[in-house]
């Protein structure tokens, strides 16, 4: 089954601790992103990739840290988080900019 | 720079009744513009677009939108929703590079 596999779903820590979110799909997709959904804003980009070792800043990159290794995995890494980054966090990947992206299920994050 | 609006951040409407939800955007180059719902505890899932062609797209169950570009609109619509319509909507505009997201419409259908 075609899919984009986020882990963890929900994840709680403290200010300070670096974590990372997984991030992997299957379809052999070039193009992978990361949003942030918060009430009332929408979706937000975090940042992106258009294919292996090439990343780029979205909307709202402060913060974060992502690297793409492998064409199949994205991941998000929080090097010091703090209580403005709980968020409800999306990984998305596309056969190609104009495509439709295709989302992971999500990672709630809080931190405290 | 472009951005989108979604004029209602919640819709209330009764099961068989219609519904339109409503997306603007502005651009300064071409567009190409997508609706994606969002069922609780899930991630997005694409319901719609618009690439090219005919300004009338439609879903497989029974949603449409229309591509304005006078009115740089791409408003989503149901003749008759059902109770499983229930979810937030997203309209999203993908213009030079860029794709941006509305803050989204929650449609609550109540029976």
């Known amino acids: 089954e075609a899919q984009v596999t986020q882990n963890p779903r929900y994840l709680i820590t403290v200010t300070g601790k670096k974590l990372t979110v997984t991030c992997s799909q299957n379809m052999n997709h070039e193009y992978m992103s990361w949003y942030r959904q918060d009430p009332g804003l929408g979706l937000r980009q975090i940042y992106y990739s258009m294919n292996v070792e090439v990343t780029d800043k979205g909307d709202v990159p402060e913060g974060y840290k992502v690297s793409r290794k492998e064409k199949r995995n994205f991941p998000l890494i929080l090097e010091s988080p703090s209580p403005n980054q709980t968020s409800l966090y999306f990984c998305?990947?596309?056969?190609?900019?104009?495509?439709?992206?295709?989302f992971g299920n999500g990672t709630r994050l809080t931190v405290t | 720079a472009q951005s989108v609006t979604q004029l209602d951040s919640q819709v209330p409407v009764f099961e068989e009744a219609p519904v339109e939800l409503r997306c603007n955007y502005s651009s300064s180059v071409s567009v190409y513009l997508f609706w994606y719902v969002q069922y609780p505890n899930q991630g997005l899932q694409l319901l719609l677009k618009y690439l090219s062609g005919s300004t009338l797209v439609k879903s497989i169950n029974g949603f449409e939108a229309e591509f304005n570009k006078s009115q740089t609109s791409f408003h989503l619509r149901k003749p008759s929703v059902h109770i499983s319509d229930t979810a937030e909507y997203f309209c999203a505009v993908n213009a030079g590079n860029m794709l941006t997201f509305g803050g989204g419409t929650r449609l609550m259908v109540k029976p």
């Open positions: 998305a990947s596309s056969g190609g900019f104009y495509s439709p992206l295709h």
